[in-house]
């Protein structure tokens, strides 16, 4: 029955045959290249994952592989399929053990099959879906009676098939080269998806069309490799069942065309499994691993790739809606900041500011600025730091013109690093450094020390034999009053907090910047401050009330403008803002 | 038991200074020795850190880090400055212009730079969070406590725009009460829970 077909004249010869009997070409030497060949063919078929760098196409078509077998091995209808020599049925559980050659991939697959059982993911899923339309197709297709798998084909491909199939079996058994072209259209392409007149039928083939499941496979899996080879098999596919070595797919079907069926009546007959050797040499690849691959294992190793390429496609870039106006804008705004302040600061002359309500800080510090004798004591803490340098001084300024006279003693401390530097400029600002005699106490790290220090100035009553005596008297006894000047309402409580525990009597004022102040006006609220003024704005109106022309007269305009202009953006932001919420539709307005 | 030194020395010290609240003509001796040893050893950790970031400075140099560039201007300006205040003394008006006139316009910057960014952020509020209670009152309340501050609404008190503008004015200091009155509270609860030895915040707990 089996025997030795020949590459030539395609006669049949026997096994032991040396050469063709019929053209006398020699069928040795190529059943060994043969053999040599298959040798290196992996036995199981899902060896192609090795060949195909584990990539989906080489799982796809290690899958197809994998169901092509029994069909092969096994013809229908009790025919029997003679392999050839040297050529052993594939069977992966007589695969040799080589746990030490599976590649790191696959380990890590089968320990994440065993740790989870629905790791499998959608790609995956679509795969198992199609094995089972698989072999549904082909249990469909093995019929026990052969030709009616025959029949079915024909009249699936009934739209293409004018000539009953019995004379069409006729003509491909006397010779498919001798039919005509629609005569043995479906005949070839049997014989294509066994691999051969591959490029005779190759226009045909494209030609055709099917929409089956097995098609979306072959589709996805020469998609992502070989775009061009999409279009040639998806109609044997989806009618015999079997696959078409892709063209390119791997090395080894470059260059081996596979076996030759003959029809015989209605029953297709596989007479003979040769393996051919190519005119072209075959490359030489290196021995791929042995691995015995589960149907899980490959499920999860598709995932695992098409994860892969989920990753490494391209993705749209968001382009940012960033205006390309928007630093002319700025610049505008910039320009129309910077410029309207400094214009302001042109005008030298004093604002006429109106006689606003005087608060009652306000008055209370001006008593007791008008109740102090003419050669009070007085000490002053310098408690803020230079970035509040421009500010403070606008608003101790009018306060310190009132206090500081010829025949006053100021003492100062400062509580800040450049408290020294400070207190000196403003008090030379100011004229203090000629007119008063002025006591330096020093800089003094923590504030809360100081105040504290300050505050249990009292002699002792009795002396410890043991400490030394403390000969330093930090706070006179009959100091008129102190006076904080302060940037943060911590610095200004510590003070307030000692001051008026340990020296209750002592008047307590407060210079401050406007962010101190609100925080500190329940202190004043509360009797603990004598009184005090925050910020330019009641600097002004302080100095108002008193008929003064300082710097804060001068700068009064300045300050407005900044604050206008500070409104102004922050209308205009609001409502920008606004309308991008309205456009954008992130936030609901 | 090796806390327990630091734990009776602490406990000892702040019911010391607690008691020169209440008789502090008799304590006004150690309470002064007290609180010169609390500046000396306030003053001794100033030097500590400065030690700290010259040596980080000089490692950086020396390793020639990334930004050791920066860290030899550190180091440069502040030998000089070092130098400079301990050889002409702030009695100096070179000095004093120098340091002030650097020192005031760099912070006075940053300050700007910071109002500028707060004031970006609140509009961001709008996009972030939209129309809602929160960020519509903040936005007004901003607006409002800078209209006031340009003077307008000084009005003699009885009229109605003039309680309006001091209702305004007061609304500020009713949140500042309630957050002094929280303050309070704490700064009594972690002061009791230090003199019972409960809290040890100068050492592990």
Redesign the interface.
Known sequence: MAGLICPECGAENPVEAERCQECGAPLIEKSQRVDEQLAGLPEDPLDFLAQADDDLPGLLHALKHEDDQAPLTEPPGGEESVPPEGDEPVDSSEEPEAEETLPEWLIRVRQRAQEEEDSVGEVTQKLVVAQDHLKEDISTSQHENFSSWIEGIREEDGAKESEPAEETAKKTETGAEEGSSEDKDWLVKIRKMEGKFIEETDQEIKDTDGDSLLQWLVALEEGTEQPEALDETPELVDEASVDLPAEGDDADEDHIQQSEAVLKGDELEVTQLTMVAAPTPPVEQPEPPLVDVTRSEQQQADQLTATIADEKAARAVVKSRKAKSTWAIRLIVDVVLIGSVVFSLFFREPAV??V??MPSQHEDMISWIEELPADARLLLVFDY??????EMALVAEPVLEEVIHPGRQLSVLYTSP?G???S??LLSEIGADRDVLTDDLGY???SA??A??A??????????PS????G?T?LADDYEGIILLSDTFEGARVWIDQLS??MPGTPLNLILS?QAG?????YY?SGQVSGMIS???EA??FSAAEGGSGAILIRWRAY?TG??L??T???T??LF??S??DDDG???? | MKKLPAIIVSVAIGLT?LA??FF??????????I??W??LL??VA?LIGLGYLAQYHLTRLMKREKGAFFSLITLLVFLFTLVAGLTLT?QNPFY?NL??NV??S???S??AVLAVTL??A???L??????TPMSVGF?IS??IS??????VG????GTVL?ELVAFWRRL??VG??G??LGMAIGGLIVGLRILLGMHRPYGEE
């Open positions: 500011l109106p606003a309500p730091q230079a970035a509040y340098a421009a450049m020294e530097l400070l000196r400029a003094h790290p923590f020390f100081t504290y220090q505050g249990i100035s009292a002699p002792a009553a009795w002396v410890i400490l030394p005596k403390s330093r930090f525990a340990l406007a609100p925080m500190l006006m329940p609220d910020g330019v704005g002004r109106n407005q604050i206008l500070m409104v953006l922050i209308v932001g609001i803002s606004s991008q919420v992130e936030v609901n307005a | 200074v020169g609240y502090q003509a008799e304590l006004s001796t150690v309470l002064s020795l609180v010169d609390g500046i306030a003053g100033g702030t004093r340091i002030l020192q005031v760099v912070e006075a940053l300050l004031m970006f609140s509009l961001k709008i996009r972030t969070r939209g129309w936005l901003a607006l800078l209209v006031l501050n340009l003077g000084m009005t003699e008190s003039g500020p200091i500042a009460r957050i002094l």
